[in-house]
């Protein structure tokens, strides 16, 4: 017998793709490096205020964010994951974008934090650095993920890709990365290499923080190690 609200308990207690994945041995590998890189991008971001995460599936890292005090806006191209994310997080507002979407739709400097952790389409894309210095305030992050087509990682994926015929996620480079940011306003002040035994260009893929150009008064060490 089904009970009223059963399914929407079901749907909110089902893990979404990437809880299935954090349960996995890499997975959760990958997911302690999020969670470092995103509870210290909240720890610096002063005052605590408002935040978006731009592909928050169902809402595990906006989650974290909202219980340590951001008012979160929650964006991703799938209503029925995102439909988990409101059932989750009730006082975030929760915006259906569309896979060809190129802003974000969020007012201009209204932002302390943004995160884009496992969102190849839009990292890769020609209008995301633009616009996240747009809704940022002064001194604003954003914490990212790219995949580095230099690293031997890269490129044994990448070859591989082609020959099965599959669209390659290594299709930019460490430096290209950084370059955008730069050439916007955007200083690349901490990184963390994921699956890379070397440092800087072997390193796959590397974590990005992101704040505006008077930066320097950060002291980010910590994030470096």
Known sequence: ??????????????????EQVAETRWGAYITEIER?????????????EKAVEIGCEGGRWSK????LGWGMTCID???KVLQVCRERIPEAVCLLSLPEAT???????????????????VMRSSWFFEEITRVLLPGGLVVGVVWNNRSLRGVCSHINSLRKGKVSTYTRSY???AGNSVR????????????????????????????????????????RR
Do not use: Q
């Not at 017998?1 to 793709?17: F, I, V």
């Not at 974290?64 to 219980?67: A, K, N, T, V, Y």
């Not at 802003?103 to 389409?121: G, K, M, Q």
């Open 175 to 177: 430096s290209d990365g």
């Open 64 to 67: 974290l964010l909202s219980d």
């Open 36 to 48: 470092r890189a995103i509870e210290f991008a909240s720890s610096i971001a002063r005052p605590i």
């Open 103 to 121: 802003s974000i739709p969020c007012e201009t400097t209204s932002l302390r934090l943004a995160l884009c952790v496992e969102v190849r389409p």
């Open 1 to 18: 017998m089904t009970h009223p609200g059963e399914s929407s308990a079901s749907a909110l207690l089902a893990p979404t793709y990437w």
């Open 77 to 79: 191209v799938d209503e």
């Open 184 to 223: 916007l306003d955007l200083s690349l002040f901490g990184r963390k290499g994921v699956a890379g035994s070397l440092s800087g260009a072997a390193a796959t893929p590397s974590w990005f923080l992101f704040f505006r150009a008077w930066s320097n008064a950060w002291d980010c060490e910590s994030c």
